[in-house]
């Protein structure tokens, strides 16, 4: 399977590294999706503390020191009526798709987060059955699954 590495306030990507993130949402996110760079690279920003927040963390999944998969997490610090954990973009290499990266990349993202996880998609999403698949409830166009 894939190698994961997580970026935090700690373990910061480089400047290089970053850009790659935004460059591959922006290649393989849905159209649907609300994405332009702006909001991915403050995104990223904000879940590495670049900017000031709460932090969070960004997952990444490598096949051979090749980007496959992303997943920005931004922790809110909500408790109850929102999640602690929101994840602004889960993105899988779009040749890749349908192979288990994403089942992969979601099952260690899921371990290592605290509290509960929640993600924002379009009504019409890929990603809406596996979101679904991971236990996630759907409120609107908010998908959240309580720990």
Request: overall charge positive.
């Amino acid at each position: 399977m894939s190698d994961i590495k997580v970026y935090t306030a700690f373990n910061k990507p480089s400047f290089n590294e970053k850009l790659q993130f935004v460059d591959f949402i922006l290649k393989n996110a849905e159209k649907d999706y609300n994405v332009n760079s702006e909001f991915v690279d403050h995104a990223i920003n904000v879940s590495i503390k670049d900017k000031p927040s709460l932090g969070g963390k960004v997952f990444c999944s490598y096949m051979q020191d090749e980007l496959i998969a992303i997943a920005v997490v931004i922790e809110t610090a909500m408790k109850g009526f929102f999640p602690a954990n929101l994840i602004a973009y889960f993105v899988v290499r779009n040749d890749l798709r349908k192979q288990g990266y994403a089942s992969e990349l979601m099952e260690y993202m899921l371990k290592m987060m605290q509290g509960d996880v929640g993600v924002n998609i379009p009504e019409n999403s890929i990603y809406k059955n596996f979101f679904e698949k991971f236990g996630m409830k759907t409120s609107k166009k908010l998908y959240y699954l309580a720990k």
